[in-house]
């Protein structure tokens, strides 16, 4: 039996969260994928972890549509791991992730599973040079039947339906090309999808080291996969571990850090950290108020971490050359905490290339 305290801690320590120096190689979160939405997001994630983010080059990461259809950042080395672990588990777990697309396809017979590796066969095609998203969306249009496609009444034109289009591209070998708005499609050059991920890899794994304990479900709202198919490939190297009641799993070789850890650190989180993407959303945020302020439907802050609990959260003001950062604690901040908060706000605007024109404290 544990408490809340207890799995905020493990979770800092396992997600690095507590160190000051780290290499990509030994920064566990590229394992899982680095969520990279917004100006505050994979980068800005590894230098909280302690990595230089400056010398990252795309020799360095690939860049890659995988878990909900999210851009995430991985080691390059591991590419052919990582697209065989992101896979759906079935033709079901498929559905499920393409959403309303799963619709049209099972209404003309034809498989989801065979539906993706259709529109990523396509789009290997298309992408024999660096693409924008727009121009191969297009392509697809012309070259697949009615049943992949949908009419966009913002546009005024006829797509692909969008998750298809992200879960395929990984599937094709395609990776997005850094720093690019609208998307660039490119191949993986030297492409080759592993036969099976290695276990550091499994996604389900990998949930558990980093944002464990937790139930299946948990980790299918995290995947978009049917709480079924997670149960089928449960590890079972894990021990059950009590957090409010609830019984919840945990890799056995962590049981002990999960009553260890401690986290005597301050970090920003950005909005898309994965210290936030957990699906326990009451363990992290217990007060209902502070999580609708948290996890808004448009729009997230960053999140305050301040010895392994979350203390408010923040939002970014740029102006020019300078950067202010709004800070909305949820409780009485000592000096010292301010001052700590002050301090990653400096690291933030150097992070930016920009100066700090100060934080703003809306008590």
């Not at 777990?93 to 539906?115: E, F, M, S, V, W």
């Not at 558990?208 to 995290?222: E, I, M």
Request: with cysteine.
């Amino acid at each position: 039996m544990v408490d809340r305290r207890q799995v905020m801690n493990f979770r800092v320590r396992a997600q690095q969260l507590d160190r000051d120096q780290g290499t990509l190689a030994d920064t566990a979160l590229l394992d899982i994928g680095v969520q990279n939405t917004g100006p505050d997001g994979a980068r800005w994630a590894l230098a909280a972890r302690g990595v230089d983010v400056t010398a990252l080059s795309d020799a360095d990461v690939v860049l890659l549509w995988t878990v909900r259809g999210a851009p995430h950042l991985y080691r390059r080395a591991d590419v052919g791991h990582v697209v065989a672990a992101v896979e759906p588990f079935s033709d079901a777990d498929a559905g499920k992730r393409i959403y309303d697309a799963a619709k049209p396809l099972k209404a003309a017979g034809i498989g989801n599973l065979a539906a993706l590796d259709e529109v990523a066969g396509r789009m290997r095609e298309i992408v024999a040079t660096p693409t924008v998203k727009g121009d191969v969306s297009g392509r697809l249009a012309t070259v697949l039947p009615e049943p992949y496609l949908r009419f966009c009444r913002v546009c005024d034109a006829t797509h692909l339906y969008e998750m298809p289009f992200r879960l395929a591209a990984a599937r094709a070998g395609l990776e997005l090309q850094l720093d690019t708005s609208p998307p660039v499609l490119r191949r993986i050059t030297g492409f080759g999808k592993a036969s099976a991920p290695a276990d550091r890899f499994d996604v389900i794994r990998a949930y558990l080291r980093l944002l464990g304990p937790a139930t299946p479900k948990q980790v299918a709202g995290y995947l978009d996969a049917p709480v079924k198919d997670v149960k089928a490939r449960w590890p079972d190297d894990v021990v059950e571990v009590t957090v409010d009641g609830e019984s919840r799993s945990l890799l056995a070789a962590d049981e002990e850090a999960l009553t260890s850890a401690g986290g005597g650190v301050t970090r920003l989180l950005g909005p898309f950290d994965l210290f936030l993407q957990a699906k326990d959303r009451a363990t992290v945020a217990p007060d209902a108020a502070r999580a609708k302020e948290l996890w808004p439907v448009l729009g997230r802050p960053g999140a305050v971490l301040v010895d392994g609990d979350l203390v408010g959260t923040w939002r970014p003001r740029k102006s020019g050359r300078t950067l202010t950062v709004a800070v909305q604690p949820w409780q009485r901040l000592s000096t010292g905490t301010r001052e700590a908060i002050t301090a990653q706000a400096e690291r933030l605007a150097a992070h930016r290339e920009v100066s700090l024109a100060g934080v703003d404290f809306d008590s």
